[in-house]
């Protein structure tokens, strides 16, 4: 039987999600100079010849790339952004894969919606 309070009682803080991409090296190099990320870390302190996971993050928004050589899903990540319509201008002077342009969503936020190299799909929301 599961105590319920106590259940409860365990609060989740931050989930980080892990996109699924086909070449790490470059997902980072896009994430970074294109999306305006930083890299926090990767796999090289595994001794490892080529990089197969990283950590990028922008403000509080942190993902991790997990290379996978036979990828046949994509990932959706939701993010809370300042300025909607500042990032789209940033993005598209990137030409960056917007697939929805900012606008008003009837539940209140404002929303865009991008996709990077690889099908993942990140939405950008200013409640």
């Given amino acids: 039987m599961i105590d319920e309070e ?4 365990n609060h ?3 989930a980080v999600l892990s996109l699924p991409v086909k070449d790490c090296t ?6 970074c100079e294109i999306l305006g990320f930083e890299k926090d870390f990767d796999d090289a302190i595994l001794d ?12 509080e928004c942190e993902l991790t790339l997990n290379q996978h050589d036979q990828q046949e899903y994509h990932a959706t990540v939701g993010c809370e952004v300042d300025d909607v319509d500042r990032l789209y201008e940033e993005y598209s002077a990137r030409e960056v894969s917007i697939i929805i342009m900012p606008r008003d969503e009837p539940w209140g936020e404002r929303h865009m919606a991008i996709t990077d190299l690889y099908g993942n799909e990140i939405h950008f929301s200013k409640k």
């Fill in 48 to 59: 490892v010849e080529k990089t197969l996971f990283a950590g990028v993050s922008r403000g």
């Fill in 12 to 14: 989740f803080r931050k």
């Fill in 26 to 31: 470059e997902a980072v190099r896009y994430y």
């Fill in 6 to 9: 106590g259940f409860r009682a």
